[in-house]
């Protein structure tokens, strides 16, 4: 009986030294963290207008952990949310995800809702990356807060706006312009803010500016509006969806001789319309082009096209990379760091580490400006004999 | 000139609008039911014209796409009436409307399932041909052009068919009393699911100019349509079929002028505007009667 007593005495005491060792070796990081498995939050519409998009990213981000995972170590798992491109559900999916004690969150995909979760994020301390947002007031606030947790791997609407207006006066040489928007999407807005400014600046005429609301099917009457005025250019920050009506509407209202000019949310265009005759000639700019000469691009098209049988397009890329330099930071902070992976000071120490990433992806080098919005090249997009063809960076 | 293409675009649109809210118009007339679910038929003929003229999917002939959009609706409408609202043909009138709103979810979450959430492209050009014909400086694509002529035989031929054919004059009797209309021999559910029929059929070829001058179909595309359309039968007086055809073309010319103006966010507000005017001034429609409840 006594004997029995002092085995279990000192098989507890055992128990407790390994416990203690194991905590050291915790706190010095690398190799024993290979049991660990940390969870991330995933908001992208899955339904909805812009499935799209949030299909893409899925997909891609899903990629990049399941090649991660498949690395052994440190394990990731997701706990996605179907936000479906609306704001109000975006931030119950951003409750729900942070009531399930996710470390870091990897969206939403477009700006609307991305912006609306945001400055809860920010009160959290959730780290946060968007693959795709791109509007300005994504991660800098209207009275200029900085959000200093939330991160993306695309560039932003200023910057896509202000390219475009740059691209018709130096490569089109172009005088007059028109921009149809729409003042229902924020993306939209963002884009057609930077532009007007942009022609202002480089003495580029904006004549008419039409709106439409997001849902809309019938385009004519703006652009009969738009071909009154014959303009050189007509600069259409919309999505695939809307293009994909905008396009056929302007060749049967006789909108000739006005080179189409569009930005990322034409990502995809000429793959969803069957016949893009109407849109021939356009440009638009992206963030990501699979004729990209680069071994690290051609792997990444393999592995999505083995995976899914289509070339992965900008959002995909772009959600590669995200995922890519969200789990940079957390295997950095975990090195560094042994908070509990669920708790307020990880995620901290986390957002610090996004802060001072440094690191080339699938859409090129990413390093975070004050605002968080990473330094790129533009990629340039010509549709030419229907096909879309990589004119070059600019 | 540019007055002229916006007409045309005010047309075009007025046409779908018409041949839609014929659909609500007729099945109001007859048994007094909202049909809901109406909008969604053009969803499931845009589906089915895509996939028989695509060439991704079957690649069929124009016309024999058109056919079967058409018949495809037709039969849909005749399921849809004899599962969901024959059963409640004596049941109280706000049951048959949830189950008209019901039916209109089933739809649309059906074709989500089986066709997913991303809108398709609609091959408008294996429908009709790209280009148009130039009047003076005035330039009409095909696809406006064709659009308002379908509309317009469709409602002829509609015409025809409830003026001067012994199926029409049924209709019109039913429609103006029921019972008295069994007690003359006519038997009521085969009228009722003749007009459903036909609205149905109206609704495919409404389908078809949609897909045609909206390349886009998605699973929701009947929501916004049926809205409008329903908005135009109520204009033009629901019950009454010239009533559907004027408030179509109405709502469509409204959203045109008022988008010629520069006011295209104001579009829809001010065709909600037009609906509570003539509720205010002339509540039963441009073409409505005014019923006495009987008490």
Request: net charge negative; proline share 4%.
């Amino acid at each position: 009986m006594k004997k029995l007593r002092i085995l279990c005495l000192v098989v507890a005491m055992l128990m407790v030294i390994g416990l203690l060792a194991g905590c050291g070796g915790g706190g010095g990081g690398n190799g024993d963290a290979d049991a660990d498995v940390i969870t991330i939050g995933v908001l992208a519409p899955l339904t909805g207008g812009v499935a799209q998009f949030g299909t893409s990213v899925y997909r891609g981000l899903n990629l990049y952990i399941d090649q991660f995972n498949a690395r052994g170590g440190l394990q990731i798992e997701t706990i996605t949310f179907d936000e479906e491109g609306n704001a109000s559900l975006a931030v119950t999916g951003y409750n729900s995800l942070f009531d399930q004690n996710v470390t870091a969150i990897i969206g939403a995909v477009t700006s609307g809702p991305t912006m609306a979760v945001v400055p809860f994020a920010f009160e959290d301390n959730m780290p946060m990356i968007t693959a795709s947002a791109t509007h300005a007031g994504v991660t800098v606030a209207d009275d200029g807060t900085v959000f200093t947790n939330m991160f993306r791997s695309c560039f932003i609407d200023p910057f896509q706006g202000q390219k475009m207006a740059e691209f018709a006066v130096e490569v089109l040489e172009a005088r007059t312009a028109a921009i149809l928007f729409s003042n229902e999407i924020d993306y939209s807005i963002g884009l057609r803010d930077a532009f007007e400014e942009k022609a202002r600046e480089l003495g580029l005429e904006v004549v008419v500016v039409e709106n439409f609301p997001d849902d809309a099917v019938d385009f004519r009457g703006q652009l009969t509006n738009i071909a009154q005025h014959n303009p050189d250019v007509l600069f259409v920050p919309a999505y695939v969806r809307h293009i994909a009506l905008i396009g056929p509407q302007s060749a049967e209202v006789g909108l000739e001789g006005t080179t189409l000019l569009g930005a990322d949310g034409w990502a995809g265009t000429v793959a969803f319309m069957e016949d893009v005759s109407s849109i021939e000639g356009a440009y638009f700019l992206t963030g990501f082009s699979p004729d990209v000469d680069d071994p690290m691009v051609q792997q990444f098209i393999r592995d999505y096209q083995a995976r899914h049988g289509s070339i992965p397009d900008m959002f995909a890329a772009q959600a590669f990379d995200a995922a890519m330099i969200l789990i940079d930071a957390i295997e950095r902070t975990l090195a560094a760091t042994d908070y509990n992976p669920a708790s307020e000071e990880f995620r901290i120490a986390l957002i610090a580490n996004m802060a001072r990433t440094n690191l080339t992806g699938v859409t090129g080098h990413i390093a975070f400006d004050e605002f968080n919005n990473p330094q790129k090249t533009a990629v340039i997009l010509n549709v030419a004999d229907g096909v879309e063809v990589f004119w070059g960076y600019f | 000139m540019f007055f002229v293409s916006h007409l045309v675009n005010g047309l075009q649109l007025g046409s779908i609008y018409a041949l839609v809210a014929l659909g609500y118009t007729m099945v109001y007339g007859i048994i007094k039911l909202l049909n809901f679910a109406h909008g969604d038929f053009i969803m499931v003929g845009g589906y089915i014209a895509l996939f028989s003229l695509s060439t991704t999917f079957f690649g069929l002939p124009p016309a024999v796409a058109v056919v079967l959009t058409i018949v495809g609706c037709m039969l849909l409408a005749v399921v849809v009436e004899k599962l969901a609202y024959r059963p409640l043909r004596n049941a109280p009138r706000i049951s048959v409307l949830i189950t008209a709103i019901g039916v209109s979810l089933l739809l649309q979450n059906l074709a989500q399932y089986f066709f997913g959430a991303t809108p398709m492209n609609f091959p408008t050009h294996l429908l009709i041909p790209a280009g148009g014909i130039t009047m003076g400086d005035v330039f009409v694509a095909y696809t406006p052009l064709i659009t308002i002529i379908a509309a317009l035989i469709s409602m002829v031929i509609l015409t025809y068919l409830v003026q001067r054919t012994k199926l029409g004059k049924a209709m019109r009797a039913v429609s103006e009393d029921t019972e008295a209309a069994q007690l003359m021999g006519i038997n009521v559910n085969t009228i009722i699911t003749f007009t459903f029929a036909v609205g149905a059929g109206l609704a495919g070829i409404g389908a078809l100019l949609y897909g045609a001058g909206y390349p886009r179909i998605e699973h929701t595309l009947g929501v916004m349509l049926g809205l409008m359309a329903f908005v135009a039968a109520v204009v033009g007086g629901i019950g009454s079929i010239p009533g559907a055809m004027i408030g179509g073309f109405a709502i469509g010319l409204v959203e045109a002028l008022v988008t010629a103006l520069g006011f295209s966010e104001w579009r829809i507000g001010a065709v909600f505007l037009i609906l509570i005017i003539v509720l205010m001034v002339r509540p039963t429609g441009i073409m409505g009667r005014s019923m006495m409840e009987k008490v």
